[in-house]
């Protein structure tokens, strides 16, 4: 008959041999993640790109060419989904997006289409992005350790070229743009690979989507989880809580890493099955935290296309009503909301301009008014507005990470306009007025990963990344105990394969000299 005895000698031999291989895994992951709050996987920041990039120039014969005339090279011109006045390879270009999601360069001081991205062209890219530094092409890749974004999809493959720079950067560039879109320095390469690299399991990943990747890691996640869980019990069992052991102990074991083991894992076992959790939960198993109704209608939140809805102002005029608020403009984006045309404005380090207004009009804005976004939010979904509020101060969902985050890269800027819908998801978007687009939107099942996964893997409430260096020391100290948990772990693991091994040879030896002879 089945027992508690017999369920707790379960949850023993579980920890006993899931620990085995869970140990060595958690103390990877455990060490991988203190890297990770320091160097991030390599990515290319808003400010980084812009930076880069040389003011747009106000004189005619440099730029511009009309947009109308970009448009011309794109077969479906009423589809343009996005036009975007930048510099490319040293070049003012128009940067399209078409219908379907591709990309078109048209060169805006001749109003030619670009030719195709070569070895060339991206060299050129290279060099005017680190500016005196000579450069190698290495080849072009569909993808590799530091470039499975999803977002590079469209720009496959890429070009790879060796910076020979003071950081030695590693620049990947679009052959579809000309554009770079990576840029690993490389010291931030090495750490990597003990940093991020190895926490994901990247050695294992092939290609921006791999199926059978998502699903190891999810089944090493469990697998920890289970051990972690099965551990704490045990630990927990094991524990006087009144009175003592014969030794005079509250824990049975003398040994010195089995002592230290049940000491760690009553201590820091409950931050080791959270963080082990949370990364499963951030893989999101079997889709349970997809949107699982409506989302937000962006193309119906706009109510028309840069394509065909444009404001009637001249690129030059723009640059100079920009010139004359004293923007220095790097980069000019064409918008549209709720049918109102609009020009959005960057300089190097990634604040915006808003240019609005009709024919001989116009003016150079900050941002939009709230009221605004507030009368296009209905348009986004099919239901009744429950708030409407404008914030000053990040909240639980919207908030900024640091340079190191897998986010640092998502504007978060405030103030934001926040509309809670009354759909059955009950769904929160953010709305900017800086630039007038959706930059977060959230239903039930989404803010639920929120908790199970940002939170309990990153601790990152608003306040906690407030105070920056307090929150990193306490997740060092936190991770510092983790180790010396799993640690301890992978040892006694270790030793039980060792002594179990040495017990089956040891056996089967004896039978071999007991068998009696025959004949």
Not at 154 to 174: E, G, K, N
Not at 180 to 207: C, E, I, K, S, T
Not at 286 to 311: E, K, M, V, W
Request: charged share 15%.
């Amino acid at each position: 008959m089945w027992s508690i005895s017999h369920a707790k000698r379960l949850v023993f031999l579980v920890h006993r041999w899931t620990g085995v291989a869970a140990c060595v895994l958690m103390a990877l992951w455990v060490l991988s993640g203190m890297v990770m709050l320091f160097v991030g996987y390599p990515k290319l920041q808003p400010a980084e790109r812009l930076g880069a990039l040389p003011p747009l120039p106000l004189a005619a014969a440099q730029c511009c060419v009309p947009v109308e005339q970009a448009l011309l090279h794109s077969p479906a011109p009423q589809a343009v989904q996005q036009i975007t006045l930048t510099t490319i390879a040293g070049r003012p270009s128009y940067r399209l997006k078409e219908g379907d999601g591709t990309w078109r360069v048209v060169d805006a001081t001749t109003g030619a289409a670009a030719p195709p991205i070569d070895a060339a062209t991206a060299l050129r890219s290279a060099q005017a992005f680190l500016p005196g530094a000579a450069g190698q092409v290495l080849g072009r890749t569909q993808g590799d350790r530091w470039s499975h974004a999803g977002l590079l999809d469209a720009h496959r493959p890429l070009y790879q070229v060796q910076m020979h720079d003071a950081a030695q950067t590693l620049l990947y560039i679009s052959s579809t743009t000309g554009e770079v879109l990576v840029d690993v320095p490389r010291y931030q390469g090495y750490w990597n690979y003990v940093g991020a690299w190895l926490h994901w399991v990247y050695m294992f990943r092939d290609g921006a989507k791999d199926p059978v990747w998502s699903w190891l890691v999810i089944g090493l996640s469990a697998l920890g989880t289970l051990s972690a869980l099965a551990g704490a019990l045990v630990g927990i069992w094991r524990w006087r809580f009144s009175g003592h052991y014969k030794s005079g102990a509250k824990t049975p074991y003398r040994e010195f890493q089995m002592r230290w083991h049940h000491i760690t894992g009553l201590v820091f076992g409950l931050v080791m099955v959270l963080w082990i959790f949370s990364g499963l939960m951030s893989m999101n198993p079997l889709g349970i935290f997809s949107p699982t109704g409506a989302r937000p209608d962006l193309r119906a939140y706009q109510q028309g296309l840069p394509g065909t809805s444009r404001p009637a102002l001249a690129v030059q005029d723009a640059l100079q009503l920009l010139q004359a608020d004293g923007f220095d403009t790097r980069e000019i984006e064409w918008k549209v909301l709720a049918g109102r045309p609009y020009l959005l404005a960057l300089d190097a380090a990634g604040a915006s301009r808003v240019l609005s207004g009709t024919a001989g009009s116009f003016q150079v804005q900050r941002r939009l008014e709230p009221a605004q976004l507030e009368r296009a939010a209905p348009l986004l979904l099919p239901f009744a507005i429950h708030s409407a509020t404008v914030l000053d101060r990040y909240d639980a969902y919207y908030y900024r990470r640091g340079q190191a985050s897998m986010y640092a890269a998502a504007a978060r800027d405030l103030p934001v306009l926040r509309v809670q819908f009354q759909d059955p998801g009950r769904t929160v978007a953010y709305l900017s007025p800086a630039s007038g687009e959706v930059v977060l939107s959230l239903d039930r099942a989404q803010r639920t990963n929120r908790w199970l996964f940002n939170f309990l893997h990153s601790w990152d409430l608003s306040w906690m990344l407030q105070h920056a260096w307090p929150r990193d020391i306490v997740l060092v100290l936190l991770s510092m105990g983790a180790l010396a948990l799993a640690t301890t772990g992978t040892v006694l693991g270790y030793r039980r394969l060792v002594l179990s091994t040495s017990q089956q040879l040891r056996g089967q030896t004896l039978g071999s000299t007991t068998r009696p002879r025959h004949g």
